[in-house]
């Protein structure tokens, strides 16, 4: 049973790129939700 235990390094750009592909969607939907929540308090 041979296996291979070597694991791909990612890149930094690379990680830094998933994280803004997934972060800045989720920023602006948590933004959005603030803005219209904020009317229940007025």
Do not use: C, D, H
């Amino acid at each position: 049973m041979s296996e291979n235990t070597e694991q791909k390094k990612s890149s930094a750009a690379a990680i830094a790129f998933a994280w803004l592909f997934v972060g800045l969607p989720l920023l602006w939907g948590v933004s959005q939700t603030v803005q219209k929540s904020m009317a229940l308090f007025k």
